[in-house]
């Protein structure tokens, strides 16, 4: 008698299942992460928030902020005389901010709105250290892995040299500042201090 070799059966054997396979997790980083920074009282809120994300390595786009600051700085818009300034002597409160502190070669400009204490309203890119006059809270949101662009100039002889010619004629002229209908009038002295002065205010005994 000859042992005939059994054939292995083909296919799944009875009762058997497939293994379970592991779950696979993927990890996705947000575009934008959100960070809440509290500034103490007596410090200057920009250069906080610019020795924060030299730290820490991380650029922030500022979106909003509360709080009061004194005695704030700003730059004069054209027509004035490249690097003039107004200064506003006293406290005001925070009403917006606007900054981006990215790495170079971007440029950080610090724009504020601030409310007066008899209700002016100013605002402007800040010059200068901007000194909180109590907790000064700012919301922010870090840029992952922005993209620079650099996108071309257009050629515009016209427009150009329109805008030099009256930026000749209105060179040394600082614009005019005055108060709102409240009642308020503003004084410039010297050229670069602001001091708000309250309008008398006339009774007509008749009514």
Known sequence: MEAVPRQRPRGRPQGSKNKPKPPVYLTLEPPMSPYILQVP???????????????????????????SVADVTLRQPRPAAPGSTITFHGKFDLLSLSAAFLPPPVSTSFAVSLAGPQGQIVGGFVSGP???????????????????????????????????????????????????????????????DVVWAPAAILHNPSL
């Open 41 to 67: 009282s007596g410090n200057d809120v920009v250069a906080s928030i610019d020795r924060f994300c030299r730290e820490r390595g991380v650029g922030l786009c500022l979106l909003s902020g509360s709080g």
């Open 130 to 192: 901007l000194i909180s006059a109590g907790p000064v809270y700012v919301v922010a949101a870090s840029l992952n892995n922005p993209s620079y662009h650099r996108l071309p100039v257009a050629e515009e002889k016209g427009e150009n040299s329109s805008g030099e010619a009256e930026a000749k004629e209105g060179k040394g002229r600082s614009p005019p500042v005055s108060g709102g209908g409240g009642g308020e009038s503003c004084r410039i002295d010297d050229g670069s």
